[in-house]
């Protein structure tokens, strides 16, 4: 066969006889490229015609192009070109091909990540193949991986971003069109531009997630890019770029960090009773069965994204854009969609203590206890307050609640959790409430059902820590009463100061340091102690001096003001205490808690309150202080284990904590049946457990055993019952003696 023959008949020969010396096959090569050179333009014309041969040669010259890199330097643009530019007419296997020889010459290093990503980003949204699209999605995302592997590429980074702007930003004019039945389907996109917008938009913000998930992309450009997606026109983008930030889509993707599929239990024993019995596979399954109830216990709670809401840029106006969206278009979008945004406002305000007044005006239409999804509505409104929200602008709204979920109109699930709405919106605000309606509310923890009385008390503690000069006398408590009696009103937060200084007392005297000696000085070792020098270096600053004390006398000598004031005795300074021993001690002593109140607290001084005023619960529990210091002892764990995983106190709820303890929902027909499966397993069919099968000797339940599980009317007609009724206090006199002798016989 001919060299010539060999040349035209036989690419993958030729393109391994190139490999191996390119130098010498540089002709043939050279011919192949013009021959493709003029393929190319009759495809162009016409993209049916000889469409196998110009893949076929398209792959040569992709497998050869590092061989002759000036030859082939013009190669990759034109591939980019006749994708971008014919995307639509051409057909499924040449731009699978096209694709797949663009990806080889980014590996061969023929091209940059930013030339390959610049032609697959505008051609993602426009394939329809599944293949071809997840393909691409799997390229770019360890393309940029594989660029960030060892250090951040910012050059990559900064064009990727601003390339995932730009998608988002195309489409960002356009008209709202929601998601709400005839105005969608008249008011939808009709041009193919729009709808490539849209789709253009979804997925950037799909890309930047991933990217976001995998910790590619952790500073606040992606957040960025999710939050202009927020406002974006076509629902479906808003929907994802809210659920980014509520952090409640964690989709299984094909990717390579794919988790396990759930281990099928039921499956596992079903496999166990046909296979053959042997110890090893008891061994296996119940390591399997020990291992999927591991991950089922383990399986981590879905939580809102912190990150990216505290990496949120200018959260005022991204919350007032998002007050602005909800407010307009409230009714084209669906009840669905406006509870995402309603929860993505109320937890950015939250995060950021934000003040959107007219949410709480535009809520309030939705709190009635007929409305669908009213505990997700709830929840919104709860994270919404904090601390800094006005109280006049709640107060209408907790009215509101109160006239429509706690009455004796409604059910007591409803009462529950009108309750603890009130309770979470008072916890972040506690002066929205009222001194009338707190009183009627915390009435209801004399009801019957469980919930309201557990929401109504908690209500009532709430007060009793935070304002309990709001409640009555007889409903304060012990600790609050005694501290109002006192003059004294507890400390904001629970600093517990006497419990701190008593805890720094005792270690005084464990280390031996008597009050009024040298060593004390060292309690204020790294602290910024005032002292002659610092006196003498400050003396021409001017110093903030309060309203309240009426006792100044200016004069240019201590002398005269010591003669112009003789009764009045200045206050200490700490430069003065410092070098006075005993009086360190004496003022620290006398004004534990006018200290402790103005003075801030380091995080450690409030793990170590916390410690304490554990141990004084234990020791509570210890000395038999009842139900209300075993609460009180839980409430403290649970706050320290918050505090140690680092949630705050004003962190994102839930609607269990709405709804509050429910009874147990009836069970269906499948978990009936597997009740009662489980309750067969160990036994022999139509056979009980009781009686003589689990005793040594043979015999049936004893009559003592039988008459605990008789019905209380058939007890209450018994003649022993009726004789003890109608027994006379002698017989009642004679049976307490008999029963007392009895009793002591038993003891010796």
């Given at each position: 066969m001919?060299?010539?023959?060999?040349?035209?008949a036989?690419?993958?020969q030729?393109q391994?006889l190139?490999?191996?010396?390119p130098?010498?096959?540089?002709?043939?090569?050279?011919?192949?490229?013009?021959?493709?050179?003029?393929?190319?333009?009759?495809?162009k014309?016409?993209?049916?015609?000889?469409?196998?041969?110009?893949?076929?040669l398209?792959s040569?010259?992709?497998?050869?192009?590092?061989?002759?890199?000036k030859?082939?330097?013009?190669f990759?643009g034109?591939?980019?070109s006749?994708?971008?530019?014919?995307?639509?007419?051409?057909?499924?296997?040449?731009?699978?091909?096209?694709?797949?020889n663009?990806?080889?010459?980014?590996?061969?290093d023929v091209?940059?990540s930013?030339?390959?990503?610049?032609?697959?980003?505008?051609?993602?949204p426009?394939?329809?193949?599944p293949?071809?699209r997840?393909?691409?999605?799997?390229?770019?995302?360890s393309?940029?991986?594989?660029?960030?592997?060892?250090?951040?590429?910012?050059?990559?980074?900064?064009?990727?971003?601003?390339?995932?702007?730009?998608?988002?930003?195309?489409?960002?004019?356009?008209?709202?069109?929601?998601?709400k039945?005839?105005l969608?389907?008249?008011n939808?996109?009709?041009?193919?531009?729009?709808?490539?917008?849209?789709?253009?938009?979804?997925?950037?913000?799909?890309?930047?997630?991933?990217?976001?998930?995998?910790?590619?992309?952790t500073d606040?450009?992606p957040?960025?890019?999710?939050?202009?997606?927020?406002?974006?026109?076509?629902?479906?983008?808003?929907?994802?770029s809210v659920?980014?930030?509520?952090?409640?889509?964690?989709?299984?993707?094909?990717?390579?960090?794919?988790?396990?599929?759930?281990?099928?239990?039921r499956a596992?024993?079903?496999?166990?009773?046909?296979?053959?019995?042997?110890?090893?596979?008891?061994?296996?399954?119940?390591?399997?069965?020990?291992?999927?109830?591991?991950?089922?216990?383990n399986?981590?709670?879905?939580a809102?994204?912190?990150?990216?809401?505290?990496?949120?840029?200018?959260?005022?106006?991204?919350?007032?854009?998002?007050?602005?969206?909800?407010?307009?278009?409230?009714?084209?979008f669906?009840?669905?969609?406006?509870?995402?945004?309603?929860?993505?406002?109320?937890?950015?305000m939250?995060?950021?203590?934000?003040?959107?007044?007219?949410f709480?005006?535009?809520?309030?239409?939705?709190?009635?206890?007929?409305?669908?999804?009213?505990p997700?509505?709830?929840?919104?409104?709860?994270?919404?307050?904090?601390?800094?929200?006005?109280?006049?602008?709640?107060?209408?709204v907790?009215?509101?609640?109160?006239?429509?979920?706690?009455h004796p109109?409604?059910?007591s699930?409803?009462?529950?959790?009108?309750?603890?709405?009130?309770?979470e919106?008072?916890?972040?605000?506690?002066?929205?409430?009222?001194?009338?309606?707190?009183?009627?509310l915390?009435?209801?923890?004399?009801?019957?059902d469980?919930?309201?009385?557990a929401?109504?008390?908690?209500?009532?503690q709430?007060?009793?820590?935070?304002?309990?000069g709001?409640?009555?006398r007889r409903?304060?408590?012990?600790d609050?009463?005694?501290?109002?009696?006192?003059?004294?009103?507890p400390?904001?937060?629970?600093?517990?100061?006497?419990?701190?200084?008593?805890h720094?007392?005792?270690?005084?005297?464990?280390?031996?340091?008597?009050?009024?000696?040298?060593?004390?000085?060292?309690?204020?070792?790294?602290w910024?102690?005032?002292?002659?020098?610092?006196?003498?270096?400050?003396e021409?600053?001017?110093?903030?001096?309060?309203?309240d004390?009426?006792n100044?006398?200016?004069?240019?000598?201590?002398?005269?003001?010591?003669?112009?004031?003789?009764k009045?005795?200045?206050?200490?300074?700490?430069?003065?205490?410092?070098?006075?021993?005993?009086g360190?001690?004496?003022?620290?002593?006398?004004?534990?808690?006018?200290?402790?109140?103005q003075?801030?607290?380091?995080?450690?001084?409030?793990?170590?309150?916390?410690?304490?005023?554990?141990q004084?619960?234990?020791?509570?529990?210890?000395?038999?202080g009842?139900s209300?210091?075993?609460?009180k002892?839980?409430?403290l764990?649970?706050?320290k284990?918050?505090?140690?995983?680092?949630?705050?106190?004003?962190?994102?709820?839930?609607?269990?904590?709405?709804?509050?303890?429910?009874?147990?929902?009836?069970?269906?027909y499948?978990?009936?049946?597997?009740?009662?499966?489980?309750?067969?397993?160990?036994r022999?069919?139509?056979?009980?457990?009781k009686?003589?099968v689990n005793?040594?000797?043979a015999?049936?339940?004893?009559?003592?055993e039988?008459?605990?599980?008789k019905?209380?009317?058939?007890?209450?007609?018994?003649?022993?019952?009726?004789?003890?009724?109608?027994?006379?206090?002698?017989?009642?006199?004679?049976?307490?003696?008999?029963?007392?002798?009895?009793?002591?016989k038993?003891r010796?």
């Amino acid at each position: 066969m001919g060299r010539g023959v060999l040349l035209t008949a036989n690419l993958p020969q030729l393109q391994n006889l190139i490999k191996r010396d390119p130098t010498a096959y540089k002709e043939e090569f050279l011919q192949q490229l013009n021959h493709y050179n003029s393929i190319r333009q009759i495809f162009k014309i016409n993209p049916d015609e000889q469409a196998q041969h110009f893949r076929e040669l398209v792959s040569f010259i992709s497998q050869v192009a590092t061989c002759y890199p000036k030859e082939t330097a013009e190669f990759p643009g034109q591939i980019s070109s006749l994708l971008l530019e014919n995307y639509g007419t051409l057909s499924p296997d040449t731009r699978k091909t096209l694709v797949q020889n663009l990806v080889m010459l980014r590996n061969k290093d023929v091209i940059s990540s930013i030339e390959l990503l610049k032609c697959l980003f505008p051609i993602l949204p426009r394939t329809t193949s599944p293949t071809l699209r997840t393909f691409i999605r799997k390229t770019i995302l360890s393309d940029i991986r594989t660029a960030n592997m060892r250090s951040k590429n910012h050059k990559l980074n900064r064009a990727v971003q601003a390339m995932l702007f730009g998608m988002v930003e195309r489409g960002i004019e356009g008209e709202v069109v929601g998601d709400k039945g005839k105005l969608r389907a008249t008011n939808g996109p009709t041009t193919d531009r729009s709808a490539y917008n849209g789709e253009e938009a979804m997925w950037a913000v799909i890309l930047t997630k991933e990217l976001w998930r995998k910790g590619i992309w952790t500073d606040t450009k992606p957040v960025a890019i999710v939050a202009l997606g927020c406002f974006h026109p076509v629902t479906k983008v808003q929907s994802a770029s809210v659920h980014f930030f509520l952090g409640s889509d964690e989709e299984k993707e094909d990717s390579d960090d794919e988790q396990e599929e759930e281990t099928d239990v039921r499956a596992l024993h079903h496999r166990r009773e046909i296979n053959k019995k042997t110890r090893s596979g008891d061994k296996k399954l119940q390591k399997l069965l020990n291992a999927a109830k591991k991950k089922k216990h383990n399986k981590p709670v879905t939580a809102a994204n912190f990150p990216a809401l505290q990496l949120l840029n200018d959260p005022q106006t991204f919350a007032e854009k998002l007050y602005d969206i909800l407010n307009r278009y409230d009714k084209r979008f669906s009840l669905d969609h406006k509870i995402l945004l309603m929860q993505l406002l109320s937890r950015v305000m939250g995060a950021h203590k934000l003040c959107v007044l007219g949410f709480y005006t535009y809520i309030v239409k939705y709190l009635t206890h007929r409305q669908l999804r009213v505990p997700s509505i709830l929840v919104a409104l709860a994270q919404s307050v904090h601390d800094l929200t006005p109280p006049d602008a709640l107060t209408p709204v907790i009215r509101k609640l109160a006239q429509e979920f706690v009455h004796p109109g409604v059910g007591s699930e409803v009462i529950a959790a009108g309750l603890n709405a009130i309770r979470e919106v008072c916890r972040r605000q506690p002066w929205s409430m009222e001194e009338d309606l707190l009183g009627d509310l915390i009435e209801y923890r004399k009801s019957r059902d469980k919930a309201v009385t557990a929401a109504a008390r908690g209500l009532l503690q709430l007060f009793r820590e935070v304002n309990p000069g709001m409640l009555k006398r007889r409903e304060r408590g012990k600790d609050a009463s005694m501290s109002i009696a006192g003059g004294t009103q507890p400390l904001p937060f629970g600093h517990s100061a006497d419990l701190l200084e008593d805890h720094l007392q005792s270690l005084r005297e464990e280390e031996g340091v008597v009050l009024g000696e040298e060593d004390d000085e060292g309690a204020w070792d790294g602290w910024d102690v005032e002292s002659d020098a610092s006196d003498s270096d400050s003396e021409d600053e001017w110093h903030n001096v309060s309203d309240d004390e009426d006792n100044i006398v200016i004069s240019d000598s201590e002398d005269e003001a010591e003669k112009a004031n003789p009764k009045s005795e200045a206050p200490p300074r700490i430069s003065t205490l410092a070098t006075t021993k005993v009086g360190l001690n004496d003022f620290i002593m006398q004004n534990t808690v006018a200290q402790y109140s103005q003075q801030i607290l380091t995080p450690a001084d409030f793990a170590l309150l916390n410690d304490l005023r554990i141990q004084e619960a234990n020791k509570a529990v210890e000395n038999g202080g009842g139900s209300h210091a075993k609460r009180k002892l839980a409430t403290l764990e649970v706050n320290k284990k918050s505090a140690q995983s680092g949630d705050q106190d004003n962190s994102f709820i839930s609607e269990n904590d709405i709804l509050g303890p429910r009874k147990k929902a009836k069970a269906d027909y499948a978990e009936r049946m597997a009740s009662i499966q489980k309750g067969r397993e160990g036994r022999e069919k139509f056979k009980s457990n009781k009686g003589k099968v689990n005793k040594e000797s043979a015999s049936s339940s004893t009559n003592r055993e039988k008459a605990r599980n008789k019905p209380i009317m058939m007890i209450l007609s018994s003649g022993a019952v009726r004789g003890k009724k109608k027994a006379s206090l002698r017989e009642k006199q004679q049976r307490l003696r008999k029963h007392i002798e009895k009793s002591k016989k038993m003891r010796h």
